[in-house]
């Protein structure tokens, strides 16, 4: 599941001030948790993942049309170079086509996002034998900065600058930090579905958000400004 | 990034930062301001807070960073992922290879832990097969069989002298070269009209004879279970090994 927060792991969260979510309120969560778009969701990709596994490479493609922009955008993120993301992506379809008769979770999305993570984990190791620019192209049209149409275009060249600061900040913790942050923060996953994926405990997860944060603010300690507007 | 965040930063930034600020624990107030603070925690970090202005201005500051975070822009795609029929066929791999990550996939995998149990109950079988001719032997007494009584222990087979197929020459029915026919050799029979034969019999110092523990009638429960029990075994370790292959050739880091 996933778009979800505050499930059972995170009873430990206290009231008072809480962090604006990305993924709103959990208002149509079950008991459970689950939300039921979510379950439509897994319905969908289960009922593909049989239809691959008859050898219906359509199947396999559909769920590939319907993943493959969430996981670059999440790749691109993780190893900050599009051509590197790319290759992860593609090796994390082909493992994924490979072995879909392993898939035995709940989450069609968990799973694919986990192999390509350690795919992404991989093109960086490579990378670090390798180096390359530590960041690609950020100003040109590969981009899609959250555009609100009533923007004006200095405002909206004022976000893509704040967010250009602070995707190169994120460039600069470490992957583990990083992967965190932008699997909490972005894509929305609560704290033990990143456990689950990253193979780490709850604490670790925690660690490596508050941590990463405590570190980009230190990066960004002159450019603040720049995001508060 | 919503308007109180901003307010809220805004307004802590115009304080000054305090001397103590140094000696405290950043990572508690980032806990706080991510809803995360331990029991007991929370009072302390909002003293802190009130007291601190440094503290509040970082707490205000991880609220934005997250904001912002999340708005992050997403990169555009420029390659389609989808796969082609070639790279399908490709990635399937032979049938062997399909057969080793069905050995190695998650509907077989319990057949490792029953594999395993198979096996120590293979082995603990064979070995009691092996153990229970001592265990079922009738007891001796402790000078061994007088020699009128091993009648009645001995199986009737042993105790009747061997006895030669209708028809059979005399001997044992093997001739030399030179048609000399061998000597007939004593068959494994109790016979107390040969005493001197001491492979099957023996004379003990007190003058009773002793049937010698070989001598002993073939177990078809010691069979079974000596035989049956180290097929079981061998079946095991082969369905462990082919698995242990099976996962060891389809391994894929990916998934790990």
């Known amino acids: 599941m996933w778009r979800k927060r505050y499930t059972v792991e995170d009873t430990s969260r206290q009231s008072g001030a809480s962090l604006p979510r990305p ?7 079950d008991v459970t948790g689950r939300r039921p778009a979510d379950e439509v969701q897994h319905a969908r990709d289960r009922a593909l993942v049989e239809r691959a596994l008859a050898g219906d490479l359509d199947a396999f493609n559909q769920l590939v049309l319907h993943y493959q922009d969430y996981l670059f955008a999440l790749c691109v993120r993780v190893v900050h170079d599009r051509e590197a993301a790319a290759d992860a992506v593609q090796e994390a379809f082909f493992s994924a086509y490979r072995n879909l008769s392993r898939f035995r ?16 984990t991989d093109v960086l190791r490579l990378r670090k034998r390798r180096p390359s620019e530590p960041y690609p192209e950020w100003e040109d049209d590969a981009w899609q900065p959250p555009a609100d149409e009533t923007d004006s275009p200095e405002r909206q060249a004022l976000r893509r600058n704040a967010a250009g600061v602070l995707a190169q900040a994120l460039a600069q913790i470490t992957t583990d930090q990083r992967t ?50 | 990034m919503s308007e109180s965040v901003r307010n809220d930063v805004n307004s802590r930034r115009a304080q000054p930062a305090s001397p103590d600020h140094a000696r405290h624990d950043e990572l508690l107030v980032v806990r706080y301001a991510a809803s995360d603070s331990l029991q007991g925690e929370e009072e302390a970090v909002r003293a802190l807070l009130r007291d601190c202005p440094a503290c509040a201005s970082l707490a205000a500051d991880i609220r934005l960073l997250s904001s912002a975070t999340s708005l992050l822009p997403s990169a555009r795609r420029r390659r389609d992922f989808r796969l082609s029929p070639e790279q399908a066929q490709e990635l399937r791999g032979s049938w062997f290879e399909r057969l080793l990550r069905r050995l190695a996939g998650p509907g077989l995998a319990p057949l490792r ?18 153990a229970l001719p001592q265990a079922a032997s009738p007891a001796l007494p402790a000078g061994g069989l007088q020699s009128g009584e091993h009648d009645a222990a001995a199986p009737e087979f042993l105790a009747s002298p061997m006895v030669a197929a209708p028809g059979a020459p005399p001997g044992n029915g093997i001739t030399s070269v030179d048609g000399e026919e061998a000597p007939a050799e004593r068959g494994p029979t109790v016979d107390s009209e040969a005493p001197g034969d001491r492979t099957f019999a023996e004379e003990p110092q007190d003058g009773r004879e002793v049937l010698p523990a070989t001598v002993q009638p073939a177990d078809p429960l010691r069979s079974l279970l000596t035989y049956g029990g180290l097929a079981f075994a061998l ?13 060891h050739r389809t391994r894929d880091p990916l998934l790990l």
């Open chain 2, 113 to 130: 832990p029953v594999a395993g149990v198979a096996l120590s109950l293979g082995i603990v079988l064979a070995g009691a097969g092996v």
């Open chain 1, 23 to 29: 993924a709103g309120g959990d208002a149509a969560a």
């Open chain 1, 105 to 120: 979770g709940d989450s069609f999305r968990s799973w694919l996002t986990r192999i390509a993570l350690n795919a992404a």
């Open chain 1, 180 to 229: 965190a942050i932008v699997l909490y923060d972005v894509e929305g996953y609560d704290y033990q579905e990143i456990a689950d994926m990253t193979g780490v405990s709850l604490g670790t997860v925690k660690s490596r958000i508050h941590r990463g944060r405590l570190a980009l603010r230190a990066l960004l300690q002159d450019d603040m400004e720049l995001l508060r507007e």
């Open chain 2, 235 to 247: 079946l095991s370790l082969g369905v462990l090994l082919l698995t242990g292959y099976a996962r």
